[in-house]
């Protein structure tokens, strides 16, 4: 449970450094005046290092080389020069370890000889406290087995109850002359004041590198932000007009690239929302027109639609001639009466004002319906309606008034075209879709034919007799009903073969539909043929 | 429509009485010799701002209403009728769009036709608003905190009674007759409004809105009419 929030912070802070370009840039420019910095900041404190270094050495060296020469020099005026090499070391050591508590340096006297391979030194006198086996470097001690000539080499001095110190041990060697053998005098200065300055120098520099970095962040965030703010709000007006606040602007300063971005910005803006105006205004007109001629066209067509009833309920009182022109009237009437709905439907799509009601249908229950309800014209023409469906609904998030009016006229169609041989009508779904195909074995549709069904008031065969009285635009609102639920109408036919028709419909609205449940390609089809 | 062919049980003596509020004079005049012919009296009003007074004065068993109307508008005609009466709206309307039937419906309107139609229609569908439901004795139904008086014509919540058009008081009658039932929307046209087989469900839709209104304590979480998701309305259990 710990670890969750671990993933989901990273994934935020992921998120911001993707959208923030500000983050970004400061971040490498920060890293990269942080290397440089660095870099420079090194080779300075090694310079600074080695010149304080060369300085001590050479004054240290030069100090021990005096101290040696005045002992050689105290040596040689020392009377009673046999035997007594006791006394004469004395002589030798004891002002070299007063001068050196005086000024602060550390005095090893190593007796000639060495005890075993380590290079430790068989007998010596020193500073009292002094840790020899760590303080002296058993490398100069080696040099001095083969070499009698100064020399120095850096250590780390060490003394009983005091923290251990850098320092430069110094090595000369002296011929005492009471036993004619070399003694190395070696001198062991202190760093520390160096080492101090370093540390000095050295604290000084990294305060003043975080300063710059802090400094180089600072100002690359202002520089950054300069840009991207403005970015920013273009973006945030962008949004805004395309969520539909069509009036928004964006704010120009000054006549930099960012303001020309923001002129140019605002002129696109100001093009589109005059052009959404027009296509807005157009579309109003054509809105308020079919509004406009339904009612006007209407009205008038219900009195003579009323008139045509009380005629037609009255012919049989008339004249056969006069009879027959009631009934005309009166079909035909109910030909104007469709093709005017129709019309109408279609012209309300393309105003865009056909809006949908959803709810869960049952697909199965609409094929029941429909084919109940043509089952006058089925009979009429001899044609037998089947439907094959599931036990289980066949729920699709649908508007029932539209799709019960696809499938009606699918199936209208399909009687119409039958040729009195059976109609079936097949429903099915899966968890994304549910379907029905309408299918047929009459004369079928050629490919081209299929591809054109759905125009409007195309006709299979410009000679054929009506039949059923179609406008010609039922399958072109079955197209519009269908379009509007994002859902497919497809047809498929052969010629002698028959044809059928397939709606898909998302289970629910707005899903995108990726497969049908029933085959567009009937499985009889070949049989068919 | 078969519903049609049943004679009015109201008062078999009288003729019906219909108000046609409509400015065409044509349409108007035709109405009135279709109405005759069915048997009904009928008056014309052609301007909206005097359907009222003339609705005061001829006392009309239904209302049939235009929407496109000088003077005042259909809508608002509905709502000042509905305000003093429960009398049968049947709405006549050029549109079929949603939202104008939608909006005539809320404003009171029981039922709507839609130009153009065809006379055996008309005349069924106000033989089913001036018929009555067949009363089922006299007795009192109770749905919720809600008493129905079914012979009274009254509904009652404690003291306080519930005013109802009639036909949401079918409405409702129908609904907690059985209370275990659930009602499609198609049942419910067919056994409310009379019709035989109507795909217009929206119908029911805005009369239950409507219902609710006035029945519910909260209209937004209905307890007296339950929706069935996916099937349709039942009463609420008591």
């Known amino acids: 449970m710990a ?39 090194w080779v300075l404190l090694q310079q600074t290092r080695e010149g304080l270094l060369d300085q001590r050495v050479k004054t240290v060296v030069a100090e021990a080389s005096a101290e040696t020469a005045a002992a050689r020099t105290r040596l040689q005026s020392v009377p009673g020069t046999s035997g007594d090499a006791a006394g004469q070391r004395r002589e030798l050591f004891d002002p070299i370890l007063d001068r050196g508590r005086l000024r602060g340096f550390d005095v090893v006297l190593v007796s000639p000889g060495v005890a075993d391979d380590t290079g430790v030194p068989l ?27 100064t020399a120095w080499t850096y250590t780390t001095i060490r003394r009983d109850g005091q923290p251990d110190q850098p320092g430069v041990v110094v090595g000369s060697r002296v011929i005492l002359p009471a036993d004619n053998e070399p003694y190395t005098v070696c001198y062991l200065f202190p760093l520390q004041d160096e080492e101090d300055t370093l540390a000095l120098v050295t604290r000084a520099m990294l ?46 300063r000054g006549e930099d690239d960012l303001a020309r971005l923001a002129t140019s910005f605002n002129q696109m803006a100001a093009n589109l929302q005059r052009q959404i105006r027009l296509l807005e205004e157009l579309s109003r007109v054509q809105r308020r027109f079919v509004s406009d001629v339904s009612h006007e066209l209407r009205t008038p067509l219900t009195t003579v639609r009323m008139a045509g009833d009380v005629l037609h309920d009255a012919r049989e009182s008339f004249d056969p001639a006069t009879a027959r022109a009631a009934e005309l009237l009166q079909t035909e009437l109910d030909r104007f009466e469709g093709l005017l709905a129709d019309l109408l439907e279609i012209s309300r799509f393309d105003a865009g004002a056909a809006a949908l009601e959803t709810e869960d249908v049952n697909l199965t229950d609409v094929a029941q319906r429909v084919v109940a309800a043509t089952q006058v ?84 065969d410009p000679a054929r007799a009506r039949t059923s009285g179609g406008t010609g635009l039922g399958l072109s609102i ?52 | 429509m078969t519903a049609g062919s049943t004679t009015p049980t109201t008062d078999p003596g009288a003729r019906g009485r219909i108000l046609v509020v409509d400015d065409d004079a044509s349409l108007a005049e035709m109405l009135g010799i279709v ?188 307890e007296i009419v339950v929706t069935v998701r996916g099937v349709g309305y039942k009463a609420g259990s008591a």
Not at chain 2, 160 to 179: G, M, Q, S
């Open chain 1, 377 to 460: 014209l089925a009979d009429q023409r001899g044609v037998r309606v089947l439907v094959e469906a599931p036990p289980e609904p066949c729920l699709a998030e649908a508007d029932v008034r539209r799709v019960e009016r696809i499938v009606r006229n699918l199936v209208t169609n399909a009687i119409d075209h039958a040729e009195s041989r059976d109609v079936l009508v097949r429903v099915a779904h899966d968890d994304q879709a549910a379907a029905i195909a309408v299918r047929d074995h009459g004369v079928g549709l050629s490919a081209e034919e299929s591809a054109m069904v759905f125009n409007r008031f195309w006709r299979a």
């Open chain 2, 35 to 222: 109405l005759r012919q069915e048997g009904f009296d009928s008056q014309v009003c052609a301007r909206g701002d005097e359907a009222l007074a003339a609705f005061r004065d001829y006392h009309p068993d239904l209302v049939l209403l235009d929407l496109m109307l000088p003077g005042l508008d259909g809508i608002d005609v509905c709502k000042e009728i509905r305000a003093e009466s429960g009398v049968p709206i049947v709405m006549l309307t050029a549109k079929g769009d949603t939202l104008d039937v939608v909006v005539g419906l809320e404003s009171g309107a029981d039922d709507y036709i839609v130009k153009p139609f065809k006379p055996k229609e008309l005349v069924a569908r106000i033989r089913a608003r001036v018929r009555r439901l067949p009363e089922h004795g006299s007795d009192m139904l109770k749905v919720g905190d809600l008493l129905i008086d079914v012979a009274g014509h009254a509904v009652t919540r404690g003291d306080e009674p519930v005013n109802l058009t009639p036909l949401e008081f079918d409405l409702l009658v129908c609904l907690a007759r059985k209370p275990w039932q659930v009602f499609t929307r198609e049942v419910l046209l067919e056994q409310v409004w009379g019709y035989r087989h109507s795909a217009d469900t929206r119908l029911v839709n805005v009369h239950v809105q409507r219902l609710r209104s006035k029945v519910e304590h909260d209209p937004e979480r209905p």
């Open chain 1, 3 to 41: 670890r969750t929030p671990l993933p989901q912070a990273a994934a935020r802070w992921l998120t911001f450094w993707r959208r923030s370009i500000a983050a970004r840039v400061v971040a490498s420019t920060v890293i990269l005046s942080a290397l440089v910095s660095a870099g420079v900041g």
């Open chain 1, 123 to 149: 007998q010596t006198y020193s500073t009292p406290g002094l840790d020899l086996e760590k303080s002296l470097p058993p490398s100069l001690l080696q040099h001095f087995a083969s070499s009698g000539t």
């Open chain 1, 478 to 529: 079955a197209m519009e009903d269908t379009h509007l639920h994002g859902g497919w109408l497809q047809a498929w036919g052969e010629p002698g073969g028959g044809s059928q028709f397939r709606l898909t419909l998302p289970r629910k609205v707005g899903d995108e539909l990726r497969h049908s449940p029933l085959p567009l390609v009937p499985e009889d089809a070949e049989v068919a043929v």
């Open chain 1, 207 to 252: 305060t003043a590198g975080l300063l710059l970095m802090v400094l180089v962040a600072v100002l690359t965030w202002l520089v950054t932000r300069q840009v991207v703010t403005p970015v920013r709000m273009a973006r945030r007006v962008a949004e805004r007009l395309a969520a539909g606040q069509l009036q928004e602007r964006l704010r120009v």
